[in-house]
């Protein structure tokens, strides 16, 4: 059964930081692009990083680039997401996807697989 499992989220002041993983089982991510996704309260889901099937593609969305850094451990079967200087409206449920090799569907925000979500409160 393929299942991706996101973990690491919380509560977090303004300017912290918080690590997200998202981790596979049922399938090996080595031939799969990966994607985190954020739906804040009220709105719709958005795109946030990518990363292709072996870490050669990255993509970030404007808000995050340049705080946000996404990697890959094909040996754990896991993706990261390090999140950095974190500001209120990065709140939200945030979402890890998978598609094979590429992130075109990460694009359209429509991957193949997605996990349950977990949630990043950023507030003081």
């Known amino acids: 059964q393929v299942q991706l499992v996101e973990s690491g989220g919380g509560l977090v002041q303004p300017g912290g930081s918080l690590r997200l993983s998202c981790a596979a089982s049922?399938?090996?991510?080595?031939?799969?692009?990966i994607g985190w996704f954020r739906q804040a309260p009220g709105k719709e889901r958005v795109g946030v990083a990518c990363i292709n099937y072996n870490g050669a593609a990255i993509d970030y969305s404007d808000s995050v680039r340049g705080r946000f850094t996404i990697s890959r451990d094909n040996a754990k079967n896991m993706v990261s997401l390090q999140m950095n200087n974190l500001k209120p409206e990065d709140t939200g449920v945030y979402y890890c996807a998978s598609e094979p090799y590429s992130c075109a569907g990460y694009i359209r925000n429509s991957m193949d697989y997605w996990g349950k979500g977990t949630l990043v409160t950023v507030s003081s």
């Open positions: 049922g399938f090996t991510l080595d031939t799969s692009a």
